[in-house]
């Protein structure tokens, strides 16, 4: 069994080569699958290609590096993607995450225990600095999609995922380019695999630690990436689902009307209670603005990076 192990990255060296330690240190006990591990630096001056040489001298697996100038987070993950032609499936990570020494295993064990055609694992964060008392008490950074029977908007995202690469080829462009610059690429490839009848299950043990860097461990940017989340969505059910759009239309004002009903209680539940609410408005207006055409673009300036 061939696995690539894709990492899409962007001016994060330092991460990067965290990242690449964490996956020189995979185990395998009841599988011994052919890993390579895929680097697409999004940076057209190569900005990551130092570390990867340097660490592919002693790495354990094959390491491969390539360049995909054109900006753009899907971009980059569809030339991930065709780097990984010859793979039978296909595993996603963050350039800011780092994987357990049983991740891939635990996701390879549950593929081969359900015959799902994808696999997530949860996202536990580890945060940088200590952040506020208020975040890490709301949770706002943790990604346990337990309902891994349904898509909806808690769920879809690269950050951990193993696909199978058969799935991705039924698809002329796995990533959509219309979201390259908004993000939520991931979410409309799941909803397309869902949509083709793949099989989705869900890898407990197969853990990733996020390091949370502390410019986003404030409200403004948890309640921007509410914002952010709700109009990519929007937009990959416009795109999948183009008679529906009333319900969804329905959705964005009910969640606007549900937060402003929560508010007044979430405020004896101190900030974090009262972000968390103001993050179902915020979801809401997304959802809206995504409804009207509105693209939020995260990818839009070179300083955001991938994350």
């Known amino acids: 069994m061939r696995v ?8 994060r060296c330092a991460e990067l080569r965290r990242l690449l330690d964490s996956v020189a240190a995979l185990h395998f006990q009841k599988s011994a699958p052919e890993v390579s591990v895929l680097i697409v630096d999004n940076d057209p001056k190569g900005s990551a290609r130092g570390v990867a040489d340097e660490m592919a001298a002693t790495f354990p697996f094959e390491l491969i590096y390539g360049i995909e100038p054109t900006r753009g987070i899907s971009s980059a993950r569809n030339r991930a993607v065709a780097m990984a032609a010859a793979a039978d499936f ?15 295993e635990q996701l390879l064990m549950e593929q081969s ?30 990604k ?29 462009e796995p990533f959509a380019i219309k979201f390259n610059l908004t993000g939520g690429a991931d979410y409309h490839l799941l909803l397309k695999l869902k949509r083709m009848g793949a099989k989705i299950s869900w890898a407990t043990k197969a853990l990733l630690t996020d390091h949370v860097n502390p410019c ?5 940017w948890i309640l921007k990436r509410r914002f952010r989340v709700g109009t990519t969505i929007a937009m990959a059910e416009r795109l999948l689902k183009p008679s529906w759009p009333i319900i969804r239309l329905f959705k964005g004002i009910f969640r606007i009307l549900q937060g402003c009903i929560l508010l007044p209680v979430s405020l004896l539940r101190g900030k974090a209670g009262m972000v968390r609410t103001l993050g179902i408005i915020c ?25």
């Open 4 to 11: 690539a192990v894709c990492v899409i990255t962007f001016r």
């Open 216 to 220: 986003r461990t404030n409200a403004r």
């Open 283 to 307: 979801f809401g207006c997304g959802i809206l603005a995504g409804f009207c055409g509105y693209q939020y673009q995260a990818y839009g300036s070179r300083k955001n990076g991938h994350g």
């Open 113 to 142: 225990s359900s015959a799902a055609d994808v696999v997530m694992g949860p996202v536990q964060p580890l945060f940088v600095l200590p952040p506020p008392e208020w975040i890490a008490r709301g949770g706002f950074f943790v």
């Open 90 to 104: 296909v595993a996603f990570v963050d350039d800011d995450e780092t994987v357990c020494p049983g991740w891939l």
């Open 144 to 172: 346990d999609y337990k309902k891994f029977g349904k898509i909806d908007e808690n769920y879809g995202s690269t950050a951990n995922i193993l696909i199978r690469r058969s799935c991705l080829d039924r698809l002329n």
